[in-house]
């Protein structure tokens, strides 16, 4: 059975995520994107709009964590206008660590992402983490 095309498609967000590949990241993401992430006191939280709001936080990620934060995709699942990655964040930051189940619910249209919401498992960890 094949994959789904947005599947296949976040797969390939996820990829360019781990390398760091801005220009697979760029056109994946609408230019009027939105990437929704949880919490109150978190540096992280809130929405990012647009590719310098995405680019920002994902920027912002990095420099929080000094370079250390890394993804390990474990699935993927998705339909003509959704997918769902669950995946695991891991990083350092100010002699804590962050080891967390995750779970991104994408928009898709004509193969974009235009919207992610990002669903964390232990939200206060998360928010502490990145306050």
């Not at 420099?63 to 995709?73: M, N, P, R, V």
């Not at 206008?81 to 249209?109: H, M, S, W």
Request: some cysteine; hydrophobic content about 40%.
């Amino acid at each position: 059975m094949t994959e789904h095309p947005n599947a296949i498609r976040i797969r390939g967000l996820f990829a360019a995520f781990q390398t760091r590949d801005l220009d697979a990241i760029r056109s994946a993401l609408s230019e009027t994107a939105v990437w929704h992430f949880p919490g109150r006191t978190g540096k992280l939280a809130g929405a990012h709009s647009g590719h310098v709001g995405i680019f920002g936080f994902l920027a912002r990620v990095g420099e929080l964590t000094g370079g250390s934060f890394e993804l390990e995709l474990e699935s993927v699942i998705a339909n003509d206008d959704y997918g769902v990655a669950f995946f695991r964040g891991r990083g350092r930051r100010g002699g804590r660590e962050l080891d967390n189940p995750t779970c991104l619910k994408i928009r898709l249209q004509d193969g974009r992402a235009t919207e992610i919401w990002e669903f964390v498992w232990d939200l206060y960890a998360v928010d502490e983490f990145w306050a």
